[in-house]
């Protein structure tokens, strides 16, 4: 994660905000009154609230987990999926 002043992001805001952006980069914004904050673009806010909600369904992550150790060969085709 990136890290700057307030001072310094809003004397020069879009270029302190780009690796937000471009690179998907946390910024670390530190005040003098020690209440800190941090900017993520939109998109990377999603995806942590979508990792946040996932983490909270009890044995979600275990599944994730062993599904990705399972061979795509051991895995249910699509077509023979029962909605």
Request: with cysteine; hydrophobic share 40%.
């Amino acid at each position: 994660m990136l890290e700057t002043t307030a001072t310094k992001l809003f004397q020069n805001f879009p270029k302190e905000i780009a690796p937000c952006f471009d690179n998907h980069d946390g910024l670390y914004v530190k005040q003098q009154d020690g209440k800190d904050f941090v900017i993520h673009s939109a998109e990377d806010w999603r995806a942590i609230e979508e990792t946040l909600f996932l983490n909270a369904i009890p044995n979600m992550v275990n599944s994730i987990q062993n599904a990705a150790q399972e061979s795509l060969a051991e895995g249910v085709n699509f077509e023979d999926l029962d909605w």
